[in-house]
């Protein structure tokens, strides 16, 4: 289909969320979405180098996940320290599965990506005498790697330097807007989003940014489980984008729970306050209620192994003591050192009626990471041609099966610098910006294509409840063939339910951001319950209660989903731990269990 001016049109896709034609429109070379320190970083690098920018962001600026936080950044910066050694440990926290090109290429970069954020304005703790910067250990680390700003205020710091130079750069930013959809031009390529900005202004509704690039950096997707430390506007929307626009995500299954969420009872929901893993790198214990350090003899590291096996520990303990959470005990900081280096985390704490300088933590895991994502190569290109992806959202290998303790904060920054580099260089093929006749006219189409097969419907505002009710039990720390498939099963009636109504009465949901949400969702829990069923063992933080073994023979290799246009997923394995260079995903779907 072509534009009257002989430019393509962009006509979404049978999947496309539903939602109102663009009202407005504006353009640009690159459009970031996201505000977190891989966005950011994206759009100063590309400023810099010349490139009209627009940031879209869900919230405020600054509202991202990366002012949350709280242990800071891991680069091999001391004395004695080594990229190796970070390579090393990173590779045993992946359990098998990181891509050691992309690892490698993240400890070797990031030491000088973290002094180019320094110079961007960012102030991390630093000894009074020497200025030499400060460093901490977390779980995984065989060594103090951790820089740290504001003592357990890292990416607050982060975000607000990185906010200040965007704002003092000029670049144009969409605030408190929604994206939608992915846009293309007739040749497949991204042209662009649609989005929708909540509230009044000279940009309300649904509008669309046209750009030669598109750069997801989105953040995570904890919301789709009842208790999480992500915000509440991680709710997967850059994961659905990509897959509703043809791109390929990998690895969704693994997700990291927490080990030390403050627990505020049974019926607590929504994001829940962390207590940051250097606590237990500055010496604090976790102990059960009778004070015994159950970490002792589970790990070299006891409380300081990697994130999945504290966390498997943690449960173990509440199962064997019938127990809603552990302890962690840091009495013995003292009131100073609480005040001085945790200072976010007493407040916390106290805010809940809880003194950690004179009782024990009530700790239990959350929901707190993505290890997979968006699947990228070493410069954030996905298998749609001038789409890129970064941070949390996308799937680099660098993360494997669990992510190293404070690796994704520099895992944003590198690759961020990296996507930045390919879109300027003005490379062909994925990096190459679209013409100006190749972008799409201003009638871009959100509702499905003539002749579509009715289109995805929308679902109700309640159904985001459902589906994390569904996944925290189904799909949560512990798992099974049993739980999953239960989980697959109920995910599927949430959504036969608005499909039959679709079809019986020509109705779906109204449009808007809550049902927007739900629906992107649905789409990210259907995919990450059909890889956790597909991976039949237990690896890093997939924790198969009826799998208990690790598996390499069968299982060392990545799962591969794509969506198709009638909505059915394809679930493939890779041959080995190695990512296949990213392609343009074949255009037949299979649909598997």
């Known amino acids: 289909m072509t534009h009257p001016t002989g430019r393509p049109e962009a006509v979404a896709p049978a999947t496309a969320l539903r939602a109102a034609a663009p009202g407005w429109a504006t353009e640009a070379d690159v459009v970031v979405v996201g505000s977190g320190v891989a966005g950011l970083t994206v759009a100063l690098r590309c400023a810099a180098a010349g490139a009209r920018v627009t940031v879209v962001t869900k919230a405020r600026l600054d509202d991202g996940s990366t002012r949350w936080a709280q242990g800071g950044i891991a680069a091999a910066l001391g004395e004695g320290d080594t990229p190796e050694q970070h390579l090393d440990d990173t590779l045993v926290a992946g359990a098998g599965l990181c891509d050691e090109r992309a690892v490698r290429t993240l400890v070797t970069e990031g ?20 200025g030499e910067i400060l460093l ?7 060594r103090r790697r951790i820089a740290h700003a504001g003592g357990d205020a890292t990416g607050a710091e982060i975000s607000r330097a990185l906010v200040e130079a965007v704002r003092e750069a000029g670049i144009d930013t969409v605030e408190n807007a929604l994206v939608l959809d992915l846009l293309k031009n007739g040749s497949g390529r991204a042209a662009g989003v649609t989005l929708h ?14 750009a030669g690039a598109v750069v997801l950096a989105t953040g995570g997707m904890g919301q789709i489980f009842s208790a999480t430390t992500n915000p509440a506007v991680s709710t997967g929307d850059g994961v659905a984008l990509a897959l509703r626009a043809g791109a390929e995500v990998s690895d969704l299954e693994f997700v990291q729970f927490h080990p030390t969420v403050l627990w505020l009872g049974p019926e607590a929901e929504g994001q829940q306050p962390l207590v940051s893993e250097a606590v237990r790198g500055e010496g604090a214990h976790l102990v059960d209620a009778d004070g015994v350090r159950f970490m002792r003899g589970q790990h070299e590291l006891a409380e300081l192994a990697p994130r999945d096996i504290v966390a498997k520990g943690i449960t173990r303990r509440m199962q064997e003591r019938g127990a809603e959470h552990m302890y962690l005990d840091a009495r013995h900081f003292g009131a100073r050192m609480w005040e001085r280096r945790f200072p976010t985390i007493l407040a916390a704490c106290r805010a809940h009626g809880i003194d950690p300088v004179t009782e024990p933590i009530p700790v239990a895991p959350a929901a707190h990471y993505a290890s997979g994502g968006v699947r990228t190569d070493l410069h954030g290109r996905t298998t749609v041609p001038g789409l890129y992806a970064c941070g949390e959202v996308a799937c680099t290998g660098v993360h494997g099966a669990n992510r190293l303790a404070s690796n994704s904060l520099l895992e944003g920054l590198v690759f961020a610098e990296r996507i930045a580099e390919d879109i300027t260089a003005g490379a062909e093929g994925p990096a190459r910006p679209a013409t100006a006749a190749e972008r799409p006219g201003p009638d871009e189409r959100t509702e499905p294509e003539e002749g579509a097969p009715g289109g995805a419907p929308l679902l109700a505002s309640e159904a985001r409840y459902e589906i994390q009710h569904i996944m925290t039990h189904g799909a949560g720390v512990l798992r099974s063939a049993e739980s999953l498939a239960r989980a697959a099963d109920r995910l599927e009636r949430v959504h036969d339910e608005a499909a039959a109504q679709l079809r019986r009465d020509g109705k779906t949901a109204e449009p808007g951001v809550e049902t927007w949400e739900a629906t992107n969702l649905h789409l990210v829990a259907r995919v990450l319950v059909a890889a956790a069923l597909r991976r039949e063992e237990t690896r890093g933080c997939h924790w198969r209660e009826d799998r208990p073994a690790r598996d390499d023979a069968a299982w060392r290799r990545h799962l591969l989903v794509t969506l198709g246009p009638d909505g059915a997923l394809d679930v493939r394995s890779t041959d080995s731990e190695a990512f296949p260079p990213p392609t343009t995903p074949r255009t037949e779907t299979e649909s598997r269990p």
């Open 111 to 130: 030491p000088d990506a973290v002094r180019r954020l320094i110079t961007t304005g960012a102030r991390f703790d630093a000894d009074d005498d020497t």
């Open 136 to 142: 901490t250990r977390e779980g995984g680390h065989h």
């Open 197 to 210: 900005v909540m509230g009044e202004g000279r940009r309300d509704g649904v509008g669309a940014v046209r």
